[in-house]
């Protein structure tokens, strides 16, 4: 962006997006897959056509049945140069392709954003516990399941970097890196910033880690928040999240080295950081997953009582990407903004927020 020209982390970018996904296999795992789905700036061949409803790219979520589009053009020429690296890690009985709305927003202001499937658990792998208990099959140990994904889910975002790094998709600068994630992608945002001394900023959507009504106990042993270096941290939180309560939130936070911040959306629950909110949400109200989410799921409000999903989407792409440009890219204007009335510039979009 020109200097001189007013700093706007809200509006997509000027980069048409390019979307392409690579099946991985960690072979040091017992060849675990790890599918992983890329964002990267395309050529200006594309202009346009990432966000055209006919060009644009659809897949399938349900396999036969459900097909959805996001805002990217499948297997786009990628744009030349190197470009800052962000990981993405989705939530419990999420998926790769979670959270696009902001994905593809990064992608569109320059920046490679790369998202693994966390194998075993994903949202068909939770479908299928789901139809399992239906049918009046055993389940497996919950806690047993919980150690395992606490095990591979750092490690599938670190063999994504491997992978990049190799060559194995557009170019990324992995000395710029970020990462992200939601509910227990923010737990593996957290992890994978202990762990790969190359991660210079953080943010964490709702992330696990903190008290809940779900219990959290082999999470917290886990979490290793010694990072022995400052990384710039943002936790976006939920003021009412059902699966992981502000409070919890502010414990973890408080828990997390400075430099740091957490900035609260008002009258948000847990789902606002996916894509397609509304349909999400209602979802995890009539058809909870296996385990103690059914008892969660009925303490959760409608969604006509909670905020826009728009306002969710706006808040997080705004901040998320200042957030980046400021420590990834060194943008000066970036950090003007955050150190300005953040607060102001969210309600001037009818976002309603605390700013911590």
Same mark, same amino acid.
């Given at each position: 962006?020109?200097?001189?020209?007013?700093?706007?982390?809200?509006?997509?970018?000027?980069?048409?997006?390019?979307v392409r996904t690579i099946a991985l296999v960690d072979e040091g795992r017992d060849a675990r897959p790890v599918p992983l789905e890329l964002w990267y700036p395309a050529t200006d061949a594309h202009a346009g056509a990432d966000v055209a409803p006919d060009t644009r790219d659809t897949y399938e979520?349900?396999?036969?049945?459900?097909?959805?589009?996001?805002?990217?053009?499948?297997?786009?020429?990628a744009r030349p140069g190197r470009f800052p690296?962000?990981?993405?890690?989705?939530?419990?009985?999420?998926?790769?392709?979670?959270?696009?709305?902001?994905?593809?927003?990064?992608?569109?202001?320059?920046?490679?954003?790369?998202?693994?499937?966390?194998?075993?658990?994903?949202?068909?792998?939770v479908m299928r516990l789901t139809a399992r208990r239906k049918q009046g099959l055993p389940l497996p140990d919950a806690s047993e399941q919980v150690r395992t994904f606490v095990e591979h889910r750092p490690a599938?975002?670190?063999?994504?970097?491997?992978?990049?790094?190799?060559?194995?998709?557009?170019?990324?600068?992995?000395?710029?890196?970020?990462?992200s994630g939601h509910s227990f992608g923010g737990w593996t945002t957290l992890m994978v910033a202990r762990r790969e001394p190359r991660v210079r900023a953080a943010l964490a959507l709702a992330p696990a880690g903190g008290r809940t009504p779900l219990g959290a106990g082999a999470l917290q042993e886990a979490l290793d928040l010694d990072w022995g270096r400052e990384v710039p941290t943002l936790f976006l939180v939920a003021e009412h999240d059902s699966l992981l309560p502000l409070d919890g939130?502010?414990?973890?936070? !408080?828990?997390? +080295?400075?430099?740091?911040?957490?900035?609260? =959306?008002?009258? %948000?629950? &847990?789902?606002?950081?996916?894509? /397609?909110?509304?349909?999400?949400?209602?979802?995890?109200?009539?058809?909870?997953?296996?385990?103690?989410?059914? !008892?969660?799921? +009925?303490?959760?409000?409608p969604m006509a009582? =909670?905020?826009? %999903?728009? &306002?969710?989407?706006?808040?997080? /792409?705004?901040?998320?990407?200042?957030?980046?440009?400021?420590?990834?890219?060194?943008?000066?204007?970036?950090? !003007?903004?955050?150190?300005?009335?953040?607060?102001?510039?969210?309600?001037?979009?009818?976002?309603?927020?605390?700013?911590?």
């Open positions: 962006m020109p200097r001189g020209v007013t700093y706007d982390p809200f509006t997509r970018g000027p980069f048409p997006v390019g979520l349900l396999r036969g049945f459900q097909h959805v589009s996001q805002d990217a053009v499948r297997d786009a020429a690296l962000v990981l993405f890690s989705h939530g419990y009985g999420g998926h790769r392709r979670q959270s696009t709305f902001l994905c593809t927003h990064l992608a569109s202001h320059g920046y490679v954003v790369a998202a693994p499937d966390h194998s075993g658990n994903t949202m068909h792998d599938d975002v670190l063999h994504a970097i491997a992978a990049l790094e190799r060559g194995g998709g557009p170019a990324v600068d992995v000395e710029r890196m970020g990462v939130m502010a414990d973890l936070f !408080a828990r997390v +080295r400075p430099p740091k911040r957490m900035v609260v =959306l008002r009258n %948000a629950d &847990h789902m606002h950081f996916c894509d /397609r909110a509304e349909t999400v949400h209602e979802m995890f109200r009539i058809m909870p997953p296996p385990g103690g989410f059914a !008892a969660v799921a +009925r303490q959760v409000r009582e =909670l905020c826009p %999903a728009a &306002h969710a989407y706006d808040w997080i /792409r705004g901040l998320g990407l200042a957030h980046f440009d400021a420590h990834l890219r060194g943008d000066e204007r970036a950090a !003007a903004f955050l150190a300005g009335d953040v607060r102001a510039a969210l309600a001037a979009r009818g976002i309603d927020a605390d700013v911590g």
